[in-house]
T-cell receptor, first 113, second 114 residues
Framework: DAKTTQPNSMESNEEEPVHLPCNHS???????IHWYRQLPSQGPEYVIH???SNVNNRMASLAIAEDRKSSTLILHRATLRDAAVYYC??????????????FGKGTKLTVNP | KAGVTQTPRYLIKTRGQQVTLSCSPISGHRSVSWYQQTPGQGLQFLFE???????NKGNFPGRFSGRQFSNSRSEMNVSTLELGDSALYLCASSLFGTPAETQYFGPGTRLLVL
């Protein structure tokens, strides 16, 4: 089955940048790359998404490889509140017109004070 | 604007019973998707409803069903519960359910099947 591949866990220190990688070799030309994060006992929260170009918002940056087979979520200055499980998800439409959703297992980010 | 709400938040059932979960999307959102989340399988897509029609369906048995009402509120039903149905059930809403849109998730309903 198609899936995105992420490291199980990563650790960072507070106020340092964090680079969370994701491999998605099965991506097709019209698939969007979405990142969500989930804190304990909560539903996933949107972080950022993009198609081809790098994207920035107030929460993070998304760097997309030129061949689109990988991407990196960048938290510029990690805070304790950024400790969560981060999911990289592909969303697109199949040739048959149905929704295509590709999930990974997520990366658990620990932020040390 | 109120977020996505799900009721109930917690539920305990026994094998063989059925259960109905409810999801109220953000006002104006017409697409509602349901997901199952377990420690072993992670996030898995159940189905998506748009304008009262099931538009997409994941790879789950027919015991899992859903519907959407004219006000976009959605329910999912699981019949003949099995132990393996214990999970966090999440719903997410968006305006039109396109891949370019942000999905807004509710807090989930945690179902325990004994």
């Amino acid at each position: 089955d198609a899936k995105t591949t992420q490291p199980n866990s990563m650790e960072s220190n507070e106020e340092e940048p964090v680079h969370l990688p994701c491999n998605h070799s099965t991506i097709s030309g019209t698939d969007y790359i979405h990142w969500y994060r989930q804190l304990p006992s909560q539903g996933p929260e949107y972080v950022i998404h993009g198609l081809t170009s790098n994207v920035n918002n107030r929460m993070a940056s998304l760097a997309i490889a030129e061949d689109r087979k990988s991407s990196t979520l960048i938290l510029h200055r990690a805070t304790l509140r950024d400790a969560a499980v981060y999911y990289c998800i592909l969303r697109g439409i199949t040739q048959g017109g149905s929704e295509k959703l590709v999930f990974g297992k997520g990366t658990k980010l620990t932020v040390n004070p | 604007k109120a977020g996505v709400t799900q009721t109930p938040r917690y539920l305990i059932k026994t094998r063989g019973q059925q259960v109905t979960l409810s999801c109220s999307p953000i006002s104006g959102h017409r697409s509602v998707s349901w997901y199952q989340q377990t420690p072993g399988q992670g996030l898995q897509f159940l189905f998506e409803y748009f304008s009262e029609t099931q538009r997409n369906k994941g790879n789950f048995p027919g015991r899992f069903s859903g519907r959407q009402f004219s006000n976009s509120r959605s329910e999912m039903n699981v019949s003949t519960l099995e132990l393996g149905d214990s999970a966090l059930y999440l719903c997410a809403s968006s305006l039109f359910g396109t891949p370019a849109e942000t999905q807004y998730f509710g807090p989930g309903t945690r179902l325990l099947v004994l």
